[in-house]
């Protein structure tokens, strides 16, 4: 996290967009009624949940259920103890370790998924050849799997 020092606050909720820079704990939860964007390094300890998207830009620790009515895109490294729902596409560009994830759009990957189950309404594609999707569970993918050498269309 660098020498920077670590601000902490409770739960941040607003009716509209939340952006929000690291390094930052919350001892709570963050919910918005729009998108959610944060970057840098955060710990949240409790769940996100957004009516928008939210957009993972750095190093995300969060100990309760992350969901999102939009697209969630992770550049950088979530880690979701808790159930990961997005009702539009996920995106991981970097690394996302989960428990139980359910999708309900498309999945892609750049770069390395994990999690126990995986339940996928759309289509995985993996892009580029080191690009990975671990499911140690169950795993029902609905839509096809696609396999892409580069991601010039994201």
């Not at 690394?95 to 892609?108: A, I, M, P, R, S």
Request: contains cysteine; proline residues 1%; hydrophobic residues 30%.
């Amino acid at each position: 996290m660098g020498n920077r020092p670590v601000r902490r606050t409770k739960s941040v909720r607003s009716e509209d967009h939340i952006d929000l820079q690291g390094p930052l704990d919350v001892a709570g939860s963050i919910k918005s009624g729009g998108s959610i964007t944060l970057t840098g390094d955060f710990t949240v300890d409790d769940k996100m949940e957004a009516y928008g998207s939210i957009d993972i830009a750095g190093d995300v620790k969060c100990g309760g259920k992350i969901k999102a009515a939009g697209n969630i895109v992770v550049e950088g490294y979530l880690v979701a103890n808790d159930r990961l729902k997005s009702y539009g596409k996920l995106k991981v560009r970097g690394t996302c370790d989960g428990t139980d994830l359910e999708v309900y759009g498309d999945l892609t990957v750049d770069g390395y998924l994990r999690c126990r189950n995986l339940t996928l309404y759309g289509s995985l594609t993996l892009i580029g050849e080191d690009s990975r999707c671990v499911v140690e569970g169950t795993e029902e993918i609905w839509g096809s799997k696609i396999i892409r050498s580069s991601s010039r269309d994201w």
